[in-house]
């Protein structure tokens, strides 16, 4: 099977604009949750998408927004850019409860 | 909330010599995952443990899940240069219901000298 598969790998977009993220996940994995991580907050955790649905979110302000689409590929979009958000946006995808797979992640860079 | 602590932070180790780190919680959890991320990489799955008390070997690496439910460990044995990397504890709490999701430790960092 193939893994969990991001892009883009990586992106530079500056400060106000906006951007969006694609995760494909595993096939048969309907749930897809996805991350930012940065050296000093470590795995912080987004949102989490089941089956088209938004079934938990993390404490990211409302810029941060996300989607799952039928066949569970999900996306995620940060729109009004800050320095901030220059991070490792990680998507892991899994099925039921149990393990979570990780993608490569998008690296994002605010200028 | 449900935090993971994670000793030690870093390891600078030998070639060679056997590695042990451990994640610990005031909080009980389900399961216990071990990831290893590579600089620029996501995090990777090594071992997942799913029963108080699970012994797991995966080659060199064997992990175990604390019969308290509240800590796990990680041993690498005779560590070799591609062992380095950042290795993180997961783990979903114990009510794990669709409103919680995964909660990762800070994660140790593992550097093997030649």
């Known amino acids: 099977k193939a893994g969990v598969t991001q892009t883009p790998r990586y992106l530079i977009k500056t400060r106000g604009q906006q951007v969006t993220l694609s995760c494909s996940p595993i096939?048969?994995?309907?749930?897809v949750s996805w991350y930012q991580q940065t050296p000093g907050q470590g795995l912080q955790f987004l949102f989490e998408?089941?089956?088209?649905?938004?079934?938990n979110k993390g404490n990211f302000p409302g810029r941060f927004s996300g989607r799952q689409f039928s066949n569970s590929r999900s996306e995620m979009n940060v729109s009004t850019l800050e320095l901030g958000d220059s991070a490792l946006y990680l998507c892991?995808?899994?099925?039921?409860?149990?393990?979570?797979?990780f993608g490569p992640g998008t690296r994002l860079t605010v200028t | 909330g449900q935090q993971l602590n994670q000793s030690p932070q870093s390891m600078f180790i030998q070639e060679g010599e056997d590695v042990s780190m451990n994640c610990t919680s005031s909080?009980?959890?389900?399961?216990w995952l071990w990831y290893k991320q590579e600089p620029g990489e996501g995090p990777v799955l090594l071992i997942a443990?799913?029963?108080?008390?699970e012994l797991t070997s995966n080659g060199r690496l064997t992990a175990q899940f604390g019969i308290t439910r509240k800590d796990s460990f990680l041993n690498i044995s005779a560590s070799i240069p591609s062992d380095v990397g950042i290795y993180f504890c997961?783990?979903?709490?114990?009510?794990?219901?669709?409103?919680?999701?995964?909660?990762f430790g800070p994660g140790t960092r593992l550097s093997v000298l030649p």
């Open positions: 443990l799913y029963k108080a008390g």
């Open positions: 998408y089941f089956s088209e649905t938004q079934r």
């Open positions: 096939s048969g994995h309907r749930s």
């Open positions: 892991a995808s899994s099925f039921g409860r149990r393990e979570q797979y």
């Open positions: 997961a783990s979903l709490p114990r009510d794990g219901n669709y409103g919680q999701n995964f909660v």
């Open positions: 909080s009980i959890f389900n399961t």
